[in-house]
Every structure is written in structure tokens, then in C-alpha cells.
């Protein structure tokens, strides 16, 4: 599968919408939503996964109903000369992280942390300092959130 961008119409855009929007939605629904006929819409899903644009599926959670109620992001800054792909492993044994992205800048690292409290949030910060690759962080605890429903894709 080559990096190239794929080619794309109006329809395949209005098909990736439908299914950001909900991703449990029927091919006959999104069909008449885009005036295709099912086995049309899937042969086109399916191209769609074939050359990668769909990556997968996903789930959204209320981590909140779950005990991790306190959200919060983290910047990591590494000694310089610390390759992107020890960065990168920071996160395996680190449960509480559900997402790390490397940045360009400063710093190299975010990382998006949930845990159920803010002693859960400080033994987080504090592992990950203690690792010895870490050589700063500043913590931003999230007090609330929006999610783009309708991400224009």
C-alpha cells in the first residue's frame, strides 16, 4: 500500500462521514443517504479499506462510568538526542496513557492520560519521570470536552 493519496469523490467523502458519525450505520442506510444502492456503498467501504483510508473502527467510551473520571494531557520533553521511536515506547507499560503523539518542537511528546483521580494522575507523572528518559513534563488537567460529530472529512 503506497502513501500516495487515494482517489476520493464526493460520494466516497459523504460515505466517510456517514460512518464517523456512526460507525455501527447500515450500508442500505448510508445507500439512501447517498443514493446508492447497498451492495454499491459496500464494494465502496471496502475499496476504501483496501487502499487504507479507512483505518478501522472505533468505539467511544465514558471513561468517567468506568472509575477514570479525570482526563488530562501531559508534555514530555526527552533529552535531545532520544530517537522518535523511544518515544514512542514510552507508553507500552503505561496503561493510563490512551494516546502519545510525538510533536515537532517543544515539546516531543503529548500524551492524553485518563486515571480515576489526581493521586492516580501524580503516580502516573511520577513513572514516567522515573523511567529516566523523561527530562521534563508540565500536566494540563482537562476540565471539559466537545467532539466533533460531524467532522468534515
Not at 442500505?28 to 471496502?46: E, F, H, M, T
Not at 514512542?88 to 480515576?116: C, H, N, Q, S, Y
Not at 523511567?131 to 488537567?141: E, L, R
Amino acid at each position: 500500500m503506497s502513501n500516495a493519496p487515494a482517489s476520493v469523490d464526493a460520494i466516497d467523502r459523504r460515505i466517510l462521514e456517514l460512518l464517523h458519525q456512526d460507525a455501527r450505520r447500515t450500508f442500505g442506510d448510508i445507500g439512501q443517504r447517498v443514493g446508492l444502492s447497498a451492495p454499491a456503498v459496500k464494494r465502496r467501504v471496502d475499496r476504501l479499506e483496501n487502499v487504507g483510508i479507512i483505518l478501522g473502527y472505533s468505539t467511544r467510551v465514558d471513561y468517567a462510568r468506568l472509575g477514570e473520571s479525570l482526563e488530562a494531557f501531559v508534555e514530555l520533553r526527552f533529552a535531545g538526542s532520544t530517537r522518535v521511536d523511544d518515544i514512542e515506547g514510552i507508553a507500552v507499560d503505561v496503561p493510563e496513557i490512551k494516546e502519545l503523539f510525538t510533536v515537532a518542537g517543544d515539546p516531543d511528546a503529548l500524551a492524553r492520560i485518563r486515571v480515576r483521580d489526581v493521586q492516580g494522575l501524580k503516580a502516573v507523572v511520577d513513572q514516567l519521570r522515573a523511567g529516566g528518559k523523561v527530562t521534563g513534563t508540565k500536566t494540563m488537567m482537562v476540565l471539559g470536552s466537545s467532539i466533533r460529530d460531524h467532522a468534515s472529512v
